[in-house]
């Protein structure tokens, strides 16, 4: 089942900040968060496994919900690096699955 | 993380032929690969999982006989696509997973343009 990501799209100014969110109407066994420029493969950023948690750095950051069914990408002091197409894949069970993913957010950031 | 190489990044074929592409992983024996399929401006699509000495396991609505998977060792998987025709151009990327805390590391992927 494909998770619904929001927004599909943000204009940013640079050093403004973006939340970018991942739900699922079933609990997941975990969320994985990757950038895509253009043209090019998707980079992973981070992933999430435990109901409650919260990692990354004070610039990108990521939360995972207590019920496992929805998590937040943090975007903070955006850079123009950080402009790009933003994906949540979300993985149903522990074994060698693959992702599932939304249907990106289409993140620009201005100078 | 897992290295993982993907040859060619691009190729253009004539409608009717066949086109191979590889997917490498250079540092991580891996018993598992995914494929995926994007169209432009479209999500990552999971086409199927290759699985190292048996058979790949294809998503539903995923043709197994135009698009042949091997996985013939634990560094490369193979995926053909066979009668390409342009409804089949798209971008190709194959992704294999780390451990457990690991993301899955995508290949460089294959800009697929059939004429």
């Known amino acids: 089942q494909q998770p619904v990501q929001s927004p599909q799209a943000v204009i940013l100014r640079e050093g403004e900040d973006a939340v970018i969110n991942c739900s699922s109407s079933?609990?997941?066994?975990?969320v994985h968060w990757y950038r895509q420029k253009h043209g090019e493969a998707p980079v992973f950023l981070m992933i999430l496994l435990k109901g409650g948690e919260q990692k990354g750095h004070e610039k990108i950051s990521a939360s995972f919900n207590e019920k496992k069914q929805q998590s937040s990408l943090y975007l903070t002091a955006s850079q123009l690096s950080y402009s790009g197409t933003y994906f949540c894949?979300?993985?149903?069970?522990?074994?060698?699955?693959?992702?599932?993913f939304g249907k990106g957010t289409h993140l620009i950031i201005q100078p | 993380g897992a290295v993982v190489s993907q040859h060619p990044s691009r190729v253009i074929c004539k409608s009717g032929t066949s086109v191979k592409i590889e997917c490498r992983s250079l540092?991580?024996?891996?018993?598992?690969m995914f494929w995926y399929r994007q169209f432009p401006k479209q999500s990552l699509m999971l086409m199927a999982t290759s699985n190292e000495g048996s058979k790949a396991t294809y998503e539903q609505g995923v043709e197994k006989d135009k698009f042949l998977i091997n996985h013939a060792s634990l560094t490369l998987s193979t995926l053909t696509v066979t009668s390409a025709h342009p409804e089949d151009s798209s971008f190709y990327i194959c992704s294999l997973k780390g451990g457990r805390e690991s993301g899955y590391t995508f290949g460089s992927g294959t800009r697929l343009t059939v004429v």
């Open positions: 894949g979300t993985a149903a069970g522990g074994g060698a699955d693959g992702l599932t």
């Open positions: 079933k609990a997941l066994y975990s």
């Open positions: 540092d991580f024996q891996a018993t598992t």
